[in-house]
């Protein structure tokens, strides 16, 4: 018993940063969003990125807010948590557009980057879901899309590549399509989920959001032009195979009874 009462302090002081460790903390991360209008002939009209470090308190977020051609853009709270096993990202934007309508009407598209992750911790077999909802004010779009995805490495800003594209080769990567209309909907699927993929650190967190196809105004005409999108995405850890499960649980037990044999052999000598 006085053994026992010996290792109460560090049984305590275990407990309490287990249940510290287990609880979401904002991510440190850099982060890079690019925002751009592509004319409806292909050409880039006008892009605009922006970049920044996670605070010194270590709160993951990074605000962007630009004209960027015919669309003014504000993406407010991008905020990136992780925990044991997962990281998330949350994003909501809000837009008004100012162009051509109908069939010559621009495209925009905006990619949201985060960087340094590493819940999961590799190798871990992983998965992405990700959902979003799309409302307007008087603004429809024929087209919206996100995806996420993950890339091996620190990508920044550099990684982006051509202005009016999207990174490929991302990793368990989702896609949700829906419409911006008169009411507000959901992407489909929802949630989207994607293919199990081995996690490997670090890693980047990659988002987009493209609305696309026919864009026309409510029925205020050019003053009834905006509409907005919510979103959030996760990458998660898979749960390990029941069998694999059972049999970690059962060597507590087998190390209990090889010890207490080892000690009834000692006595009886």
């Given at each position: 018993?006085?053994?026992?009462?010996?290792?109460?302090?560090?049984?305590?002081?275990?407990?309490?940063?287990?249940?510290?460790?287990?609880?979401?903390?904002?991510?440190?991360?850099?982060?890079?969003?690019?925002?751009?209008?592509?004319?409806?002939?292909?050409?880039?009209n006008a892009t605009v990125t922006q970049s920044g470090a996670s605070n010194p308190n270590g709160s993951g977020f990074l605000t962007f807010s630009s004209s960027v051609?015919?669309?003014?853009?504000?993406?407010?709270?991008?905020?990136?948590?992780?925990?044991?096993?997962?990281?998330?990202?949350?994003?909501?934007?809000?837009?008004?557009?100012?162009?051509?309508?109908?069939?010559?009407?621009?495209?925009?598209?905006?990619?949201?980057?985060?960087?340094?992750?590493?819940?999961?911790?590799?190798?871990?077999?992983?998965?992405?879901?990700?959902?979003?909802?799309?409302?307007?004010?008087?603004?429809?779009?024929?087209?919206?899309?996100?995806?996420?995805?993950?890339?091996?490495?620190?990508?920044?800003?550099?990684?982006?590549?051509?202005?009016?594209?999207?990174?490929?080769?991302?990793?368990?990567?989702?896609?949700?399509?829906?419409?911006?209309?008169?009411?507000?909907?959901?992407?489909?699927?929802?949630?989207?989920?994607?293919?199990?993929?081995?996690?490997?650190?670090?890693?980047?967190?990659?988002?987009?959001?493209?609305?696309?196809?026919?864009?026309?105004?409510?029925?205020?005409?050019?003053?009834?032009?905006?509409?907005?999108?919510?979103?959030?995405?996760?990458?998660?850890?898979?749960?390990?195979?029941?069998?694999?499960?059972?049999?970690?649980?059962?060597?507590?037990?087998?190390?209990?009874?090889?010890?207490?044999?080892?000690?009834?052999?000692?006595?009886?000598?």
């Open positions: 018993m006085k053994r026992f009462r010996n290792f109460m302090p560090l049984v305590g002081a275990a407990l309490i940063g287990a249940a510290i460790l287990a609880a979401p903390t904002q991510a440190r991360a850099d982060f890079v969003i690019r925002a751009t209008d592509v004319l409806s002939g292909g050409a880039v051609g015919n669309f003014i853009i504000t993406v407010v709270t991008h905020i990136a948590t992780t925990g044991p096993g997962f990281t998330a990202a949350s994003d909501t934007i809000n837009i008004t557009y100012n162009g051509p309508t109908g069939a010559t009407s621009d495209k925009l598209i905006v990619e949201v980057l985060g960087n340094k992750f590493t819940n999961p911790t590799a190798p871990a077999l992983s998965n992405i879901t990700s959902n979003g909802s799309p409302s307007t004010s008087g603004l429809s779009v024929a087209s919206v899309t996100m995806t996420s995805g993950v890339l091996a490495g620190n990508l920044t800003a550099l990684d982006l590549g051509a202005a009016g594209t999207t990174l490929g080769g991302q990793l368990g990567m989702t896609t949700g399509i829906g419409s911006m209309g008169v009411a507000s909907s959901v992407l489909v699927p929802n949630p989207a989920t994607g293919a199990p993929f081995a996690i490997v650190n670090p890693f980047t967190f990659y988002q987009t959001f493209t609305f696309d196809g026919q864009i026309n105004f409510g029925s205020g005409g050019p003053t009834d032009n905006g509409g907005s999108l919510s979103a959030g995405s996760t990458v998660s850890s898979l749960p390990a195979p029941a069998g694999l499960v059972l049999a970690l649980t059962g060597l507590p037990v087998m190390g209990v009874s090889g010890w207490l044999r080892r000690r009834k052999a000692l006595k009886t000598v």
